[in-house]
């Protein structure tokens, strides 16, 4: 059973950045899709961004253009780099691994690492 394991999370202020990472068990980590959501207090679950084994990548317009989102299939290895953080993007993140064939459903995930951004 594949495992997901994020880290790199942290407390920064308004305009900083982080990078999060997410490393994989199992040799199939370049054949998945993979993604990133978030989860703030008292908020549902969001999407964050996404990538395919191709290198596609497909963001939240909530991040678009201050996220990027990336994999080395060599390491398997998901990263997420976060730039201008704001407030609201404080949350838990977690990665996740899109299930194999059709559909959107993520069958894998991890434990999540906290973002914290202060104003």
């Known amino acids: 059973q594949v495992q997901l394991v994020e880290s790199g999370g942290g407390l920064v202020q308004t305009g900083g950045s982080l990078r999060l990472s997410c490393a994989t068990s199992g040799r199939t980590f370049s054949v998945y899709t993979m993604g990133w959501f978030r989860q703030a207090p008292g908020k549902e679950r969001e999407f964050v961004a996404r990538?395919?084994?191709?290198?596609?990548?497909y963001y939240a317009d909530s991040v678009k253009g201050r996220f990027t989102i990336s994999r080395d299939n060599a390491k398997n290895t998901l990263y997420l780099q976060m730039n201008s953080l704001k407030p609201e993007d404080t949350a838990l993140y977690y990665c996740?691994?899109?299930?194999w064939g059709p559909g959107w459903d993520y069958d894998a995930w991890g434990q999540g690492t906290q973002v914290t951004v202060s104003s």
């Open positions: 990538i395919t084994p191709g290198g596609s990548t």
């Open positions: 996740a691994r899109k299930q």
